[in-house]
């Protein structure tokens, strides 16, 4: 998978927004900010809430009156590894060290893995085996709705699901952060 910043194709945005009051329920949007791509279940604020903790559904269509889910996530009760699953298939978004944040999960194009960009941030980059990006987390600062957005990278070789694989992981992560960060205060 060969990718050069320079000539790539322009990248897509997906904007993540909190709905509801306790924001339990996310919105996922695509780059026009209108079109939903995703629905997310949120129980992920206490370990003995029931698993899997975070569920990510295709919306409702005209064809289906019903929300599609398309994969999960939960975690343990003991260490940082989290199990997903995408579709059929089950993945664990572990740490690649005992004192790093960044993480590794098989995909179906390879073992990729979460960096954080910042340590003052909850910004992400999620990377392949050579180093190159294929997706990218900003974490929204001043806003009470939005949480952030999703940068596709343009250019890349993309197989059948892994926008879902991205999705799914990188939701995991943020969630993850949100996690560590609220049982330390």
């Not at 924001?23 to 995703?38: E, F, H, Q």
């Not at 569920?55 to 003991?78: D, V």
Request: net charge positive.
């Amino acid at each position: 998978m060969s990718y050069s910043p320079q000539s790539a194709p322009p990248s897509r945005f997906i904007h993540i927004y909190a709905h509801g009051l306790r924001g339990r329920r996310l919105n996922i949007l695509d780059s026009d900010k209108t079109t939903p791509i995703y629905i997310v279940n949120n129980n992920s604020g206490s370990i003995f809430s029931s698993k899997p903790h975070i569920r990510i559904c295709r919306p409702p269509t005209s064809s289906s009156a019903l929300e599609t889910q398309i994969g999960s996530a939960s975690f343990r009760i003991w260490g940082r590894t989290l199990d997903m699953e995408f579709g059929s298939s089950t993945a664990f978004l572990k740490p690649k060290g005992l004192f790093t944040r960044s993480t590794e999960f098989q995909s179906s194009v390879g073992p990729l893995t979460w960096q954080y960009d910042s340590a003052f941030r909850n910004d992400l980059r999620l990377v392949n085996t050579e180093g190159e990006w294929l997706a990218r987390f900003e974490g929204s600062t001043f806003s009470w709705t939005k949480l952030g957005k999703l940068e596709i990278a343009g250019g890349v070789q993309w197989g059948p699901g892994l926008l879902d694989e991205i999705v799914i992981s990188g939701l995991a992560m943020v969630a993850a952060e949100a996690r560590r960060r609220s049982n330390t205060s």
